[in-house]
């Protein structure tokens, strides 16, 4: 099998650019579960950071071989085992800092010696601006990351849905969360979620605006109704409707 095959296989799809930054979207799994990483990459400076890394650290190598950058952080946009999986042994591997919410790394207890906690202060690694955004709710420090134009949103935002909600007060926090966003981005960012439940990553913000039911509610307590609406499996990680 050629390498490019290869790279087909593991989920390495067609780039979205913004600039010199490219999106290269990792499907990852293990049994029956299905996460996206994301590898944003630096061409200029040739290096890259990675949005939750999990699984597969065969297909993180080789798109980091394909794009010929090093990796220069990984950004968690919160706690949960399937988003965190790979970030201990990549940051070993690559030498390379680990960043989550000041209020996630309180929350989970996560702790790594690389491990830096972040507020919402924008930096850059090389070309690669960042731009973290606190969005509670599915759980206390989850963030989402705006980089360019595309929103790496874990599991807050889904193109079908958005993260299960512990309780009310999570319940709550997410309609706050969800309204910052619709304020704050733009139409026609490209969403980047943790999971697909049909639509495939990378789905324009104004599609998602009309269609995700959770994007609709004109109040916090009819959200917080339907979020928390009996019948849904709330141990499993990777139920979202
Ligand atoms: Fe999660």
């Known amino acids: 099998m050629k390498f490019e095959e290869a790279i087909m296989n593991i989920g390495y799809t067609d780039a979205y650019h913004s600039g010199v ?13 299905v996460n996206y990483s994301y590898l944003i990459v630096d061409h200029i400076n040739n290096q890259a950071v990675i949005v939750d890394p999990a699984w597969d650290m065969r297909k ?28 201990r042994p990549l940051s070993r ?12 790394i309180t929350y989970s207890g996560f702790y790594d010696q690389q491990l830096k906690g972040i507020d919402n202060t924008p930096w ?30 874990g599991d ?19 309609y706050d969360s969800i309204e910052f966003l619709k304020k704050k981005i733009m139409p026609e960012t490209l969403i980047f979620p943790g999971h697909s439940y049909g639509k495939s ?10 269609n995700n039911i959770y994007l609709q509610f004109k109040n916090k307590n009819d959200f917080t109704a339907y979020r928390l609406r009996k019948g849904q499996n709330k141990l499993s990680f990777f139920d979202f409707q």
Request: hydrophobic share 40%; charged share 10%.
């Open 21 to 33: 930054v490219q999106v290269v979207i990792l499907r990852m799994t293990y049994m029956s579960i």
């Open 93 to 104: 591997k690559y030498n390379c800092p680990i960043w989550m919410s000041n209020e996630e």
């Open 124 to 153: 850059s690694v090389g070309q690669i601006q960042i731009e973290p955004l606190l969005t509670p709710g599915h759980t206390p420090g989850g963030m989402c990351y705006l980089i360019g134009n595309s929103l790496f949103t």
């Open 60 to 87: 993180v190598d080789q798109a980091l071989k394909k794009t010929k950058t090093i990796l220069s952080g990984i950004l968690l946009t919160h706690s949960h085992p399937d988003h965190v999986h790979l970030a």
């Open 156 to 174: 807050t935002l889904f193109a079908e849905g958005c993260g299960l909600c512990p309780d009310i007060k999570g319940a709550h926090s997410m």
């Open 201 to 210: 990553p990378g789905q324009i913000f104004s599609q998602i605006l009309k």
